[in-house]
């Protein structure tokens, strides 16, 4: 029998020339269609709060830490220097809660003693940090974040840069 | 209508489930479209009460239950931020029956859940993922489409308990996407991907939504239709390949509706083929009534017990959902403890450079599970006289082996569950937790 698909050479016939271009353009017409239902789930604009925000004037802090919730932030006065602390757990991202201690107590962090009054604790997994940030205990893999603290030029209040991390040692002296 | 016409109708309508002649049992299975998935005739063993004990049949029972609740539950849940934790709150207190529908949509998914997981397990004690005698089987394909049926019932339940949008269903989501973020390379677009975003908001919500409601269940519809198909392509449960080992092969002439290797009929001066009748009266009985009956006792006892354990279960709702404050200890549910404690207890640290338990024990540790439990059939050697036999001799080890990680998941659900409190430190069962303060 005649073979229909391709001559006995081996050479494309026209019929399975058209054969194969047809498979091709549904192949790429389907895989084009599923490219734009599956890229319309990748937003291009987000309606989020903004990662720099105002947190109100200096003098609304008092000494020590003051927690702002809905930021998941903690903001550290002593005296006349600040500085922002995340309070979200380097693990899995849940909520750190501020543990106040009975006494300050000291810590060795690395080479150097610090003094800490208040420890932070997360309810999920059981990680623990110093009063300084430094994850000591439980599955926490990094100490918690420092964010970027400056002044507002035009009303004088603290701004938060959650886009710029920091050292810890950094202070916003006002 | 008269009476006899009356008689007659109702004859044509239920004779499929009551058969009078074998005949008819036969026919009932080509005429009926709800019949139409089992065989004519059905082995013995397949049926018996303690061999499969009936697991896969429960699970799906509990699938149908499950999706019908769902619809109901559909009409009534507003999948938005400002509105899906009050209307959940209406389905408890406002709507008539409202709790009784979500309870026994709840509490059919933890017993999905728990019977799939038993079904695997039977599955694996009974060597049923190997291939027995007959030809074109492939079971082991039928075993990694039950792992994948196993992963989509998890992720149906993950999905489903965070539409009420209380606080479990945040901190779950706030967990399970930081799991996904922990993943080499891919894992920050996987989470934003899965949030719609890069915070836990509306976006997030639907998408949830819309994979609870719509894919993972199209998926398992399309799974478990593929699952029954190859039970039967691959000659029903492997209680039967048991069977037809065990039968003496005796000569008979070729049927023929049948085909034969040539090895079968070479042999003799007559035409004779060696084989093992299993579907022999002595061991068959019709599947309609005899198979329909049984499930229907499945399906009424699933029914009710899944009903009973909704009275006696009621399904909590957290307070609703607030993202700067995180309950102590955060829970997740019973059938994720083990994988909470191994996130947990992972993390560590080589020469300064510390790898995230949530790459471990979310990520590694489960991939390499459903890894080993999908390669393990093509590197069990075991003869086919272990097939379709519960604890066979030859798969000892194996079976010793499958049950210690089914016993250490067992160990971490429990610790989990019953010895976890504040900040996940750990309790005795009987020992009351410290008070803390909710807020500061």
């Known amino acids: ?174 | 209508m008269t009476m006899s016409n009356a008689k007659s109708l109702l004859k044509k309508l239920k004779w499929t489930w009551q058969p009078e002649s074998s005949r008819e049992a036969g026919d009932s299975v080509v005429r009926n479209f709800l019949l139409h998935w089992f065989p004519a005739k059905i082995t013995r063993p397949s049926m018996s009460w303690g061999y499969s004990f009936w697991l896969g049949t429960i699970t799906a029972v509990l699938f149908l239950i499950l999706t019908i609740t769902g619809v109901f539950l559909m009409f009534l849940y507003v999948p938005s931020v400002e509105r899906a934790y009050l209307s959940v709150k209406d389905l408890e207190f406002v709507i008539s029956f409202g709790s009784f529908i979500r309870g026994l949509h709840r509490i059919s998914a933890h017993l999905m859940v728990a019977f799939v997981f038993l079904h695997l397990v039977r599955v694996f004690l009974t060597g049923a993922y190997k291939n027995g005698t007959a030809a074109n089987q492939n079971r082991p394909l039928n075993w990694i489409v039950g792992v994948i049926l196993l992963l989509l019932t998890l992720l149906l339940s993950f999905t489903g308990y965070l539409l009420p949008w209380d606080q479990l269903a945040f901190w779950a989501i706030t967990v399970g996407t930081n799991i996904a973020s922990a993943a080499p390379v891919v894992g920050d677009w996987i989470r934003f991907i899965l949030l719609g975003g890069s915070t836990i908001e509306q976006g997030a919500l639907i998408r949830f939504y819309v994979l609870h409601c719509f894919f993972l269940p199209l998926f398992v519809i399309v799974l478990f239709s593929y699952h029954m198909w190859r039970v039967r392509k691959d000659g029903g449960l492997a209680c039967v390949d048991r069977l037809s080992l065990s039968e003496k092969k005796e000569a008979v002439a070729p049927n023929k509706k049948k085909t034969y290797s040539l090895l079968g009929i070479t042999s003799g001066s007559t035409v004779h083929v060696q084989t093992a009748l299993v579907d022999h009266e002595r061991h068959t009985v019709d599947s309609s009534p005899n198979l329909t009956r049984r499930l229907m006792v499945v399906i009424l006892a699933t029914m009710v017990v899944a009903s009973i354990l909704t009275f006696i279960f009621q399904a909590p709702l957290e307070e609703a959902a607030n993202p700067s404050i995180t309950p102590n200890p955060a829970k997740a549910p019973w059938y994720f403890l083990w994988l909470q404690e191994l996130v947990t207890d992972t993390t560590f640290t080589v020469g300064g450079f510390t790898v995230n338990g949530a790459l471990i024990g979310g990520i590694i540790l489960p991939a390499v599970l459903i890894l080993a439990a999908i390669l393990w059939p093509y590197f069990d050697r075991s003869s086919v006289d272990s097939v379709g036999i519960w604890f066979a001799k030859q798969r000892r080890k194996q079976n010793i082996i499958f049950l210690i990680i089914v016993l250490a998941i067992a160990a971490l659900t429990f610790i989990g569950t019953f010895m976890r409190g504040p900040y996940w430190g750990l309790y005795w069962p009987w020992e009351t937790w410290q008070e803390t303060p909710t807020k500061f």
Do not use: W
């Open chain 1, 1 to 174: 029998m005649k073979n229909v698909k391709s001559s006995p050479e081996g050479l494309t016939t026209r019929r399975s020339f058209l054969g194969k271009i047809g498979l091709t353009a549904t192949l790429l017409g389907v895989a084009g269609q599923a490219f734009a239902f599956f890229r319309s789930l990748v937003p291009n604009v987000l309606y989020e709060p903004p990662q720099r925000f105002k947190v109100g004037t200096a003098e609304q802090f008092g000494e020590g830490a003051k927690f702002l919730e809905d930021k998941k932030l903690f903001i550290f006065r002593n005296k006349n220097t600040f500085y922002a602390m995340s309070a979200i757990c380097t693990h899995l991202g849940c909520t750190v809660k501020m543990e106040r201690l009975n006494q300050s107590k000291k810590v060795k962090v690395g080479s150097r003693e610090i003094e800490e009054v208040a420890e932070f604790h997360c309810p999920c997994h059981g990680s623990r940090y110093y009063g300084d940030g430094t994850n000591y205990s439980g599955p926490a893999p990094k100490p918690l974040f420092f964010y970027k603290l400056e002044v507002a030029p035009e009303d004088g209040q603290l701004i938060v840069d959650l886009s710029k991390k920091v050292e810890k040692d950094f202070r916003l002296t006002v």
